[in-house]
């Protein structure tokens, strides 16, 4: 179907389906017949999901879209953690000494932070 239906049925504009697009919040065009994007179910239902997230998140398509790029892209995520660690909003995981530490610790009966590891079957 073409833009202006697929708008319709979404209850959204041309304008803002094609800003989803540029965003890549759309499933990648596939080569057709006319050099105008035709919307199948899948492009809706697409669509419908991030109308929904952006509903529930209270967020904006760009936000959605950037999501995304950091689920696809691993140096993006390895950055949003490394911010995330600075502003204290994520708690950086142990270091292998403070793991080994914190063992010792509690082999000694002094912390009870970490479980000791799992005993190997003799």
């Known amino acids: 179907m073409r833009i202006t239906e697929a708008a319709k049925q979404l209850g959204t504009t041309p304008r803002m389906l094609r800003y989803r697009e540029a965003l890549g919040l759309l499933p990648r065009t596939r080569i057709g017949r006319t050099s105008q994007r035709q919307y199948d179910d899948r492009d809706l239902a ?7 997230l952006e509903r529930r998140y209270d967020v904006t398509p760009a936000a ?3 999501a995304l790029k950091a ?9 949003l953690r490394n911010l995330g660690y ?4 994520l708690t950086a995981p ?11 610790l ?17």
């Open 106 to 122: 509690h082999w000694l009966g002094r912390s009870g932070v970490l479980p000791p590891p799992p005993q190997r079957p003799r």
């Open 94 to 104: 142990p270091s292998p000494a403070e793991i080994d530490r914190e063992r010792a």
């Open 86 to 89: 600075r502003t204290g909003r």
């Open 71 to 79: 689920l696809a892209e691993p140096s993006v995520a390895a950055d």
């Open 64 to 66: 959605l879209a950037f």
């Open 46 to 52: 697409a669509v419908r999901l991030a109308l929904e």
